[in-house]
């Protein structure tokens, strides 16, 4: 029996290791995706005033703030009295809905172009040193891509600034609603602003994002249809109406013949529907329905569960795409994990196609920007971040203290499915095979990154996964250790 | 004898009158000496010794002493420009300011002091003291990790009689500074604003309301510390 370690060392989004285990045969019999963040800021954030959470929770990640920001404002709205979701001024609930899909926007960029696309350009194969977004630029046939990355991204934290204060760990949503209109000159800037940071350019180079993938897909329908292919469960919040929702709605989850397994949710429930287990091995737990049950209840979160839930996307555009997507599995659920990358474009163009309908909406200039009602002692917040359902829960006490916090990130929704990816290319790749080789490792982390954990950016934007891979027996003598 | 009399700060001759304390006779004149514990409209007090300057080669707070004529006046120095920024760090390794989750970031007189002498890296350890937060009055909160004890509070809100509305509790190094139990029945919505106010960093807020100024438009977004007075210029 050998034991095989991948193990990324990263930086502030915590750190993952997966380990391989090999018998003597070389069939795979066990992977593990080990995580280790995120509990600290449960109770850090234990006594102090809830209209703190909002602006010290976001600080868990650098990437996508204004998730843990607004799902914690959500939260927090529910214990001001002023309702979960709807329940805003127009202004407020419509500030937050412009940051969240400015948010969903650059961060999508960011996973798509900058840390997923070298892999698709350049092969999972290829160096290193050119696998990256660096590589896209010195590569006279890419760099226009490089330069699309780079702007589109800055447009959507241009956005965040606008509605947040500051491009990263703003302080815009406050318990019951925002502290902020957007000014005239703003909307100018982001409608018409000078070629190519306004929002038809965003579209129109958020339409190509999408044709530079499907070309691929065409050309390369092995590594997007088959790798890492596994059937789950799927769960997002959908409108009422069943239409996509970044910011809010009710809990809806199919399974993976299409029946709604969970449907028309208030989340102020969840805990009636979702329990999360512990294992032994693992830091982060295991969420699953209870319906269901610990052993299949586990279901994917993030944009291609999105696909899978909403019935519809309420914009044009976007709409179109979606159609097309969920043609190519005739409208049956699609468990192609890769193809996440592909619903995650699609969101791409969707989240520009909502900023230019919200820009263009009268309530950003004006209008009440906050309410309240009966104070309430608890208050659930959830919102669709980039990667997926991002659960905040909250108890506070009558001195406006926080006594409890429970969060869900969609890096703990994913994990099981990380790890039942992870485990498909190991057996798929090592089975076998004695020497490790880099394909085989980056096929590895190819399959974690398309869940896109917290843990990718770290790691990734260089190009290069810092790597401890050790081949131990089974009696844990190091037979092999490679680094780099 | 004429009130106004000349001294010079910083080589730089100046005209004031009697009876003003060096940190006023500064002020007027667009020349900046930081504070802390020294409030507009409060009897100063001259316990945070931050606006220390040299006269004569002694230390003396400019908040406390009173002008005199000729009187030569050390205060934008390298020297004392480091003692000042020590006294900041060490508020900050003292306490526990976590600016990034605080409401006052960006209105926060110690923070705006430490962008000012450009406190970088911390100089002394810190000492990571368990310190409690007082959020019983539904009006006030008061976060005992960001006090200072400046003492402001206790000097500038006051009912009718002149009866604080804050006190010292507890003795030693383990002395906070309270709302005091029967006074606090007293304190109503404007006080109660008063007192967050005129607390130079976030260690009195009121409830409820946090974080509703937007980041752009708090105190020393656009103006750090000081430049207010600076514009101003000399009238000399
Ligand atoms: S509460 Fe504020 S004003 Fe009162 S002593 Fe502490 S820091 Fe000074
Ligand atoms: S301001 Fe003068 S001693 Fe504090």
């Not at chain 1, 790798?227 to 929702?245: I, T």
Request: charged share 25%.
């Amino acid at each position: 029996m050998r034991k095989i370690t991948i193990e990324p060392v990263t930086r502030v989004e915590g750190h993952g290791k997966v380990t391989i285990m090999q018998d003597d045969k070389g069939n795979i019999t066990q992977t593990r995706l080990h995580i280790v963040e995120f509990r600290g800021f449960e109770r850090f954030i234990q006594g102090r005033p809830y209209w703190e959470a909002a602006v010290v929770v976001q600080r868990l990640c650098g990437i996508c703030p204004v998730s843990h920001h607004l799902a914690a404002a959500k939260a927090m709205d529910v214990v001001v009295g002023a309702g979960a979701g709807d329940g805003l001024t127009p202004t407020g609930e419509k500030m937050r809905r412009l940051m969240h899909y400015g948010q969903i926007f650059q961060s999508h960029v960011l996973h798509f172009f900058h840390l997923a696309s070298p892999d698709l350009l350049f092969g999972i194969d290829a160096d290193p040193a050119i696998r990256n977004v660096l590589g896209l630029a010195v590569t006279p046939e890419f760099t226009d891509i490089a330069v699309q990355a780079v702007m589109m991204r800055k447009y959507g934290q241009e956005i965040i600034k606008a509605t947040a204060g500051k491009k990263i760990h703003g302080t815009g949503a406050i318990p019951g609603g925002i502290n902020k209109h957007l000014t005239q000159e703003e909307k100018e800037q982001f409608l018409n602003g000078p070629d190519p940071m306004n929002i038809d350019k965003m579209i129109e180079w958020a339409h190509a994002g999408l044709d530079l993938l499907k070309g691929f897909h065409k050309a390369n329908r092995a590594i997007i249809d088959d790798f890492a292919f596994h059937e789950s469960s799927h769960l997002s919040l959908v409108r009422k109406d069943g239409a996509l929702d970044l910011y809010h709605g009710v809990l809806r989850a199919v399974d993976t013949n299409g029946n709604r397994i969970l449907d028309d949710v208030d989340y102020q429930d969840y805990l009636t529907y979702i329990d999360e287990e512990v294992r032994s091995w693992s830091y982060m737990k295991f969420p699953y329905l209870r319906s269901i049950g610990k052993k299949d209840g586990w279901y994917r979160v993030g944009p291609l569960a999105r696909m899978n839930t909403c019935d519809f996307i309420d914009s044009p555009l976007a709409q179109k795409e979606f159609e097309l997507f969920r043609a190519y599995t005739g409208g049956k659920v699609n468990n192609h994990t890769m193809h996440q990358h592909w619903a995650r474009l699609i969101e791409i163009l969707h989240s520009a196609e909502e900023m230019k309908r919200l820009l263009n909406d009268p309530d950003l200039y004006s209008g009440e920007l906050t309410t309240s009602g009966a104070r309430q002692s608890e208050g659930v917040g959830l919102i669709e971040a980039p990667r997926g359902t991002l659960f905040h829960h909250y108890r506070v006490g009558e001195d406006d203290l926080i006594e409890m916090a429970n969060l869900i990130v969609s890096t703990t929704n994913n994990n099981e499915p990380m790890n039942v990816a992870v485990n498909k290319v190991a057996v798929a790749q090592m089975t076998g095979q004695r020497e490790i080789t880099e394909p085989m490792m980056n096929a590895v982390e190819v399959a974690i990154r398309a869940y896109d954990p917290c843990l990718s950016c770290a790691t990734h934007a260089l190009g290069r996964m810092p790597l401890e891979v050790t081949i131990v027996d089974q009696d844990n003598n190091v037979i092999d250790r490679k680094l780099r | 004898m004429s009130n106004t009399i000349k001294i010079t700060i910083d080589g730089v001759a100046v005209e004031t009158t009697r009876g003003k304390t060096i940190f006023e006779a500064a002020r007027e004149n667009g020349i900046f000496i930081p504070t802390l514990c020294n409030v507009d409209n409060v009897k100063p007090k001259g316990s945070c010794r931050i606006c220390s300057v040299y006269i004569s080669g002694r230390l003396m707070t400019a908040c406390t002493t009173q002008v005199e004529d000729g009187m030569e006046i050390e205060n934008d120095t390298a020297k004392l420009n480091d003692m000042r920024k020590a006294i900041v760090e060490l508020l900050f390794v003292e306490g526990n300011h976590f600016c990034p989750g605080c409401e006052r970031s960006g209105s926060c007189e110690l923070q705006a002091l430490g962008y000012r002498f450009l406190m970088m890296v911390p100089r002394f350890s810190f000492l990571f003291q368990t310190r409690d937060i007082e959020a019983t009055n539904p009006k006030l909160m008061k976060d005992n990790n960001r006090c200072i004890m400046c003492k402001r509070c206790i000097r500038g809100i006051k009912d009718e009689d002149g009866k604080s509305f804050f006190a010292f509790a507890r003795r030693g190094h383990k002395v906070v500074i309270n709302l005091d139990r029967k006074q606090a029945a007293k304190l109503t919505d404007d006080l109660a604003r008063q007192a967050m106010e005129i607390c130079p960093v976030g260690a009195l807020i009121l409830k409820g309301k946090g974080f509703d100024v937007p980041i752009g438009r708090r105190k020393y977004d656009t103006k750090p510390i000081g430049s207010d007075v600076e514009a101003k210029g000399g009238n000399c």
